[in-house]
């Protein structure tokens, strides 16, 4: 297959990306700082803090014919920018970044495979990484996502959703992991996606003020902390070859934990302490590590030496084609501010007890879709699903119709699956349409194609799971 196939998907990514770029960079200058370090205070505090408080240099931007100087916004770089230009990357803007979107030494189907078949290593370091900790932080999170933060376990980690209030429209997906800590002030690990960076911080800002001046919490971002995935079923093995020796074995670390450990440089020393968590967003094992800035290229390298044989750098491209094959959303595009988890099919992140108790934003909304109409609760009028399409593959924005052309609902990704060999997507339609095997079409180009609804994910997940089993996609 030809990687335009794939490329042009991360085409309209990146146009999306540059926008929320355009926004982050209004933000700073909101808070009157300079374009390397910024501070936010307000009561209680957040703060974003040396070392972790300075962007790196600007790509200097490329300019055409009809692009003046005063209308291109300057592209940050992660720390691995070097190593993926020195390893034939090809650059792309991704959410404010120059990111790689594939190698020279794989094309994205063949990069796509690699990852199914070995090991893959990701630069996630655009991701926004988040700190949080003191006495009111498991309020804070259990009032503005439905997590049971307060119950979370020590060193286990649960996917989430920021909500705005009464609509329960997701503000963005995230990761919440519980760090070791006393637990008279609990200390929090948090991922957020960097598309919606100034967003979410805006977001926080006002939640945290909104829990008023007695809350105690510090929330901070860790602006230039490195952040690398490595995703495959070689991912462990992998990983363990830059252990240090006395490390716990990596076949008790399950999916949803996590672990901080000293990972060997390239010097053979040791660096400090570094949290791996296992899982990922490809639907296989893996790891995702986060690293002091000093030492990201430093173990980067290292895991590249000691592995040439089952290790290869991966992009952005091979990233989309393997998360929806896993089932997994991107937000921006099947998730949005409009959507709400139980639309989203995600109702399984609102465990139990947070359906018995509420209080999170939303919950009014979120609870009654919960419930059927018959049971006395609304319901709801549409539902994520995936789709297998015959011939050309669907792109974000086609129209999903019935046999008779009535509109049912439209496409949010799509691209063809190199390890199915068929073109799949997933998208929105009404509800009662959402069964497995029902047929529908998309209008591909102004053609309609049939298609079928299909259970996701489209290839089966391999987290390594305690007590054997599947984590859902």
């Excluded at 190593?83 to 189907?109: N, R």
């Excluded at 690990?189 to 510090?218: E, F, H």
């Excluded at 399950?254 to 000293?262: E, I, T, V, W």
């Excluded at 430093?298 to 592995?307: D, F, P, Q």
Aim: charged share 15%.
């Amino acid at each position: 297959m030809k990687n335009s196939t794939y490329l042009s998907a991360i085409g309209r990514i990146a146009s999306t990306s540059r926008a929320a770029h355009r926004h982050s960079a209004s933000l700073t200058q909101l808070n009157g700082t300079d374009s390397r370090t910024y501070t936010i205070l307000v009561k209680p505090r957040i703060e974003i803090r040396p070392p972790f408080c300075q962007f790196v240099k600007p790509i200097p931007p490329r300019r055409t014919a009809s692009t003046s100087s005063s209308d291109v916004t300057p592209l940050e770089r992660t720390s691995l920018y070097d190593l993926h230009v020195h390893h034939g990357a090809k650059m792309v803007p991704f959410a404010g970044y120059s990111m790689p979107v594939q190698y020279s030494d794989l094309s994205v189907g063949e990069s796509h495979k690699w990852t199914r078949e070995k090991a893959s290593l990701f630069d996630v370091g655009h991701m926004v990484q988040h700190h949080l900790s003191g006495p009111s932080v498991a309020a804070l999170l259990e009032l503005i996502t439905p997590t049971a933060a307060s119950t979370l376990a020590l060193n286990h980690s649960t996917l989430s959703c920021l909500l705005h209030p009464l609509t329960g429209g997701i503000v963005d997906d995230t990761v919440i992991t519980r760090l070791p800590s006393p637990p008279s002030s609990p200390s929090f690990y948090v991922v957020t996606n960097a598309a919606c960076r100034a967003k979410d911080l805006s977001y926080l800002s006002s939640q945290i003020t909104s829990l008023g001046p007695s809350a105690r919490l510090t929330h901070t971002v860790l602006a230039s902390q490195g952040l690398i995935a490595l995703q495959g079923p070689l991912s462990a093995s992998t990983l363990a070859s830059i252990l240090p020796s006395d490390a716990p074995s990596l076949q008790t670390l399950y999916f949803g934990q996590c672990a901080s450990l000293p990972l060997q440089l390239a010097s053979g020393a040791l660096s400090p302490p570094c949290l791996i968590s296992r899982g990922g967003y490809t639907g296989e094992d893996g790891f995702e590590i986060s690293i002091p800035p000093e030492h990201t290229v430093s173990i980067t390298e290292n895991l590249l030496r000691k592995n040439p044989e089952t290790l290869r750098l991966a992009g952005l491209g091979a990233r989309d084609s393997l998360r929806l094959e896993a089932g997994m959303c991107l937000y921006g595009h099947d998730l949005d501010d409009s959507t709400t988890p139980v639309e989203a099919g995600l109702a399984w992140i609102v465990p139990k007890a947070r359906r018995a108790s509420g209080g999170f934003h939303g919950a009014e909304t979120i609870l009654a879709q919960l419930k059927l109409k018959k049971d006395g609760g609304t319901g709801i009028a549409r539902r994520r699903v995936g789709l297998v399409i015959d011939g050309a593959p669907a792109r974000e924005g086609a129209e999903i119709v019935s046999d008779g052309g009535e509109a049912l609902g439209r496409v949010t990704s799509g691209c063809p699956s190199p390890s199915l060999g068929t073109n799949i997507a997933m998208g929105y339609v009404r509800s009662g349409w959402h069964k497995a095997g029902t047929e529908v079409g998309v209008l591909v180009r102004g053609k309609r194609r049939g298609a079928r609804v299909v259970q996701m994910p489209f290839v089966e997940t391999r987290y390594v799971r305690e007590g054997g089993g599947t984590a859902p996609g």
